[in-house]
């Protein structure tokens, strides 16, 4: 086993704490308004993730799934009081993407076609929330993103060997994260452009 592992599980799990922690914080203010069903999907997902990894041997990268379904779900709950966003078909048919990802799971008791579902489910929940960022991007919290990003990468490098099935979930969370924090950053440039011009 790799030397390292143990410290990045640590900072990964620590880092989903962190993320969370100014996403709470603005959305409490009002400064953000989490999407009902992106947070509800990515709640969801972020249990089916922990447990499919933790099936296949995750050990040390498994803390940071593990805390991301904690804080996920927190933020969820969160968002049906202080949130927008409803319960479309588009989100119902979501919510059914995730619970096939559960069922793919139980049925083939093959983690990675959970994590495989999970992944799809996930880019699914992101596209949903990808209008209202490019409308309002300062109703999204840019540092939860940037540090969730950072999250994966650590929780990538826990994995103690090169196992795709344990790589796949937190090398997706580094790139899924990191690609909304640019697209949150980049709207917010042009929208402060377009102001100022």
């Not at 509800?40 to 993730?49: T, V």
């Not at 803390?63 to 319960?87: C, H, K, N, Y």
């Not at 060997?161 to 796949?168: K, S, T």
């Amino acid at each position: 086993m790799n030397d390292i592992a143990p410290i990045l599980g640590v900072l990964a799990g620590l880092a989903g704490i962190a993320d969370t922690v100014p996403y709470v914080r603005d959305t409490l203010r009002g400064n953000t308004r989490p999407h009902r069903g992106t947070w509800l999907i990515w709640g969801a997902l972020a249990i089916i993730a922990c447990l499919a990894q933790r099936a296949d041997g995750a050990t040390w990268s498994v803390l940071m799934t593990g805390t991301q379904a904690i804080v996920t779900s927190l933020v969820f709950l969160l968002a049906i009081r202080l949130g927008e966003g409803g319960m479309s078909r588009t989100d119902l048919a979501l919510i059914t993407l995730a619970a096939a990802g559960a069922c793919g799971w139980i049925v083939a008791r093959e983690p990675v076609v959970a994590l495989g579902c999970v992944i799809v489910a996930d880019l699914s929940a992101l596209a949903m929330m990808v209008p209202k960022v490019r409308r309002d991007p300062h109703s999204e919290t840019l540092s939860t993103y940037v540090l969730a990003s950072v999250g994966g990468a650590l929780a990538a490098g826990a994995v103690s060997e090169l196992d795709p099935a344990m790589l796949l979930y937190p090398a997706y969370y580094c790139l899924a994260n990191a690609a909304t924090a640019i697209l949150i950053g980049r709207r917010r440039a042009i929208l402060m452009h377009r102001a100022g011009g």
